[in-house]
């Protein structure tokens, strides 16, 4: 039987309009050198020859999920699962004005991981659970996944023992890539 091997790459850089702010599940683009980015990383994703590609179905993961399995001719699908964490109320706005508004309510997300939902949205304990469920739905191939900075951070943090308050330290830069 087929070992299961993971690359879990993150976006390349959004939309210059949306840096800087809380953007969650929201759906926009990649800036110009994120588009760039995407286009340049795609022959390198496709050399690590995955079996299939899976993206979260935002553009912003969809673009480079696409590039790289046009470039390795292989299949590519969405998986609703690797969307990025659902910051409800909180998505579109700036995190200073988020922050001017609720003080350190976002310290929730480390402090109180299985009750605190930034802006009424997921959990820090959901987004983990979600992505190590989808994780876990892979078949026994070559999987490489565009995702997001949350559920990479959440997968890598849990596999890895390292307590929830360090998980932002976990995210990986836009377009890096981890091999689990």
């Known amino acids: 039987m087929m070992a299961r091997t993971v ?4 976006h390349t850089e959004v939309a210059r309009a949306w840096q800087g702010r809380c953007y969650g ?9 994120g588009a760039a980015h995407a286009h340049a990383l795609a022959p390198q994703l496709a050399a ?4 299939i590609v899976l993206h979260s179905g935002l553009r912003r993961a969809r673009i480079l999920a696409e590039a790289t399995a046009g470039v390795a001719g292989i ?3 969405m998986v609703a ?16 004005a988020i922050y001017r508004q609720t003080g350190n309510a976002m310290d929730g997300m480390i402090d109180d991981p299985e009750g605190f939902r930034p802006g009424g949205g997921e959990t820090t304990m959901e987004l983990a659970a979600r992505s190590l469920a989808a994780l ?3 078949p026994s191939k070559r999987m490489l996944i565009v995702s997001h900075g949350g559920p990479i951070a959440a997968i890598v943090g849990t596999l890895q023992s390292v307590p929830v308050r360090d998980w932002p330290g976990l995210v990986p830069a836009a377009g890096a890539f981890i091999e689990l």
């Open 136 to 138: 876990g739905d892979l």
């Open 48 to 51: 690590w020859q995955p079996d």
């Open 81 to 96: 699962a690797w969307k990025e964490r659902d910051f409800g109320t909180w998505e579109g706005r700036s995190w200073t």
């Open 7 to 10: 690359l879990l790459v993150r």
């Open 75 to 77: 299949p590519v699908h």
């Open 25 to 33: 599940q929201s759906d926009m683009g990649l800036s110009r050198a």
